[in-house]
């Protein structure tokens, strides 16, 4: 199977979405030794769930075929370039390349523009449009404590 064939796939899932009135115009398949092993498309709306992305169900779908938090030597191919949200799902997935097919700047054209994500991103905490404010109670590191000293954690 070649990049193209894996390509269509994920843009043929974005289509039937559409066509299904599923939610927005994005697919995913996750690739491993040339086989889909995940595939996902954007269920925002039909989920009532904003993380609900074409990526991170793909995602989601390879990760419990194969029964592991991280996607080593595997490929996802999405029909569009992934938002600030996916980019970070797909960093802690891991996997070994990614592929797509329509730009950011195609998606701000019809209305999915992360420009605004980035922008706020960059910005200092208390210069962002939602206020982000620390709160430290006492022990508030207790968990990061206990985790730093357990034997039974698992790495990731």
């Keep these: 199977m070649s990049d193209i064939h894996f390509m269509k796939k994920a843009i043929e899932e974005a289509l039937n979405n559409v066509l299904t009135n599923h939610g927005g115009p994005f697919g995913a398949v996750v690739v491993k030794d040339g086989k889909i092993i995940g595939v996902g498309r954007n269920e925002v709306t039909s989920s009532n769930d904003p993380t609900a992305h074409a990526e991170v169900q793909a995602i989601r779908d390879a990760c419990r075929y194969l029964n592991t938090f991280q996607l080593t030597d595997c490929e996802i191919y999405t029909s569009c370039e992934p938002c600030p949200m996916c980019i970070g ?8 390349a990614v592929y797509f097919g329509c730009t950011k700047q195609d998606a701000a054209k019809i209305g999915f523009d992360d420009q605004f994500i980035y922008e706020q991103l960059a910005l200092p905490m208390e210069h962002r449009k939602i206020p982000m404010k620390q709160i430290f109670p006492d022990d508030a590191d207790l968990p990061f404590r206990t985790w730093e000293g357990s034997n039974d954690k698992v790495d990731y």
């Design 89 to 96: 799902a797909i960093y802690w997935a891991r996997p070994k």
